[in-house]
């Protein structure tokens, strides 16, 4: 009889953290030829392709805050995701990579960086522990009957990633495989991606704007607001708190419904106390100076004249608070999977053990990361997400082959 092993389909983050962990229980048993049992696979010259490309280059690896905030970070199943993360926390990401000589830093958020703010480290710290424990790894794809024959003498992790940036190799094979045993998939959409306002003033690209607020009106209904920095980019409205709007607003325009974005450039200041602002700086410049003279001392001047034109009021010195606390911008699309940084929906969270990962509807079956129906907010949720559920997937496949080796 052929001895069992465990493959892997998917070297991202969650298929690497899986076959780590897997490796590192086997050995704990005492088995010294770990590496050899547990088979990596991925279609790319480098393991963790999509790693280089987060958080702009700099990894915001996992976040701090405990569980009873990071949790309401998490969608659309928060509890799901719960006993994952206490296996293996942000706490416990920060002493693995800093075990792995990956020093980190905490950032404003408490976002987790490599103190070098270099993704690169992250993603090579994961390979180089791969190699080092022995693992095989087989640089290619796999297909829906070659991912159905592993199950003839193995235990299989699913870990192919979502839909979202395809050029790193995420082509969603991952749903369809699980579709093939049974599982159901809940809708994909693009998530963490721009937002498209109608009539986007192509003079707002390359400006970034920092303390700001913007809420969500789906159907003139505000169903969200966000503080903090985003950018005007090519594609609209992305980064920071548009992409924390941007899950649901994509999935109302995907339903048909009005979606519209309200920036407040001041949130900081009531409508009262910048209007005594506005009123002093009259003073102090004498006659009646012009709105764009105004303005000048209350926002970046790259923004001042498409901001005069994207108001259909005739901005005057007496409306300049509300103009400033209400910027209307009705959304017309987003960007697909080409440029979103997450897939949301996925394989059914009702179809999977949070407890171990293993999947309910095929034995021998374990899924982790962006593959399930669980997706977090901008900030380090997401890779935390594929970190905890891919040190659960590899330490529970492990001890199912334990015992199974043991049972013969």
Not at 157 to 162: D, E, F, R
Request: charge should be neutral; glycine fraction near 10%.
């Amino acid at each position: 009889m052929a001895e069992r092993k465990i493959y892997i389909i998917g070297g991202g983050p969650a298929g690497m953290m899986a076959a780590i962990k897997a490796a590192e229980v086997l050995r704990e048993s005492g088995d010294e030829r770990a590496g050899d049992r547990i088979v990596l696979y991925d279609k790319n010259d480098v393991l963790g392709r999509k790693i280089y490309l987060t958080g702009r280059g700099r990894c915001n690896i996992t976040n701090m805050r405990p569980w009873s905030e990071f949790s309401t970070h998490i969608h659309p199943n928060q509890n799901f995701l719960k006993h994952a993360f206490h296996a293996f926390s942000n706490s416990d990401v920060i002493a693995f990579f800093e075990s792995l000589g990956v020093p980190t830093v905490v950032l404003q958020g408490q976002r987790v960086f490599p103190a070098s703010l270099k993704a690169a480290d992250v993603a090579r710290s994961l390979e180089n522990r791969v190699h080092e424990l022995g693992i095989q790894v087989r640089r290619e794809s796999v297909d829906i009957k070659g991912f159905d024959r592993m199950f003839g003498d193995g235990i299989v992790i699913l870990a192919t990633g979502g839909k979202s940036y395809p050029v790193t190799g995420s082509t969603g094979d991952g749903y369809e495989m699980a579709s093939s045993v049974g599982h159901t998939v809940t809708s994909l959409f693009p998530c963490e991606t721009a937002l498209l306002p109608y009539g986007y003033d192509r003079n707002l690209e390359g400006i970034e704007l920092k303390n700001v607020s913007l809420s969500l009106f789906v159907d003139k209904d505000k169903v969200q607001v966000e503080e903090g920095d985003f950018s005007f980019t090519n594609d609209g409205i992305e980064s920071g708190i548009a992409y924390k709007i941007s899950r649901r607003a994509v999935w109302a325009l995907m339903n048909g419904q009005r979606v519209e974005v309200v920036l407040d450039l001041k949130p900081a200041l009531s409508k009262e106390k910048l209007a005594a602002r506005i009123a002093r700086d009259v003073v102090q410049m004498k006659g009646r100076p012009k709105a764009s003279s105004l303005l000048r001392g209350l926002m970046p001047e790259a923004l001042i004249a498409p901001f005069l034109m994207a108001d259909k009021r005739a901005i005057e010195i007496e409306s300049l608070p509300d103009a400033l606390k209400s910027w209307r911008m009705k959304i017309e699309s987003f960007k697909g999977y080409e440029r979103a940084v997450v897939t949301a929906g996925g394989v059914s969270l009702k179809e999977v053990s949070q407890k171990t990962m293993a999947s309910k509807m095929k034995p021998g079956l374990f899924l982790a990361g962006e593959v399930l129906d669980l997706d977090g907010d901008t900030g380090g949720y997401n890779l935390q997400i594929a970190f905890s559920t891919g040190a659960l997937a590899g330490s529970s496949a492990a001890k199912e082959l334990l015992t199974s080796s043991q049972a013969i």
